[in-house]
């Protein structure tokens, strides 16, 4: 399943993926397998369920803002939940009740 243009889903019996996308930049020394430009799917994290998946992208990418200030995480968190909510069949934040 593809989540946006960066990362997607894939499962086995026993886990959900979480892929990263990545592009062939150049040679490293040795012989590429791949071309330059190719994009292939790098596993970066294996969870239980789907919706485990999507809390740690949402972790990875606020973590990912360098935490510079509010505004940059506070914006970082509203285009994450308009994804997630973009996302047919799953849970949304909204969704989630509220612990005390």
Not at 14 to 25: K, Q
Not at 44 to 53: C, D, E, R, T
Not at 56 to 85: A, C, F, H, P, W
Not at 91 to 97: A, E, G
Request: charged share 25%; with cysteine.
């Amino acid at each position: 399943m593809i989540i946006n243009e960066n990362y997607k889903l894939e499962s086995d019996s026993s886990n959900i993926t979480l892929l990263e996308r990545n592009v062939v930049s150049g040679k490293r020394g040795r012989p590429p397998l791949k071309e330059v430009g190719e994009v292939y799917w790098t596993p970066i994290a294996y969870f239980s369920n789907p919706q485990k998946a999507l809390c740690y992208l949402v972790q990875k990418e606020i973590n990912g803002t360098g935490m510079r200030d509010l505004k940059t995480i506070v914006d970082k968190i509203s285009k994450l939940e308009k994804l997630i909510n973009s996302l047919h069949g799953l849970p949304t934040l909204s969704d989630t009740p509220e612990k005390h």
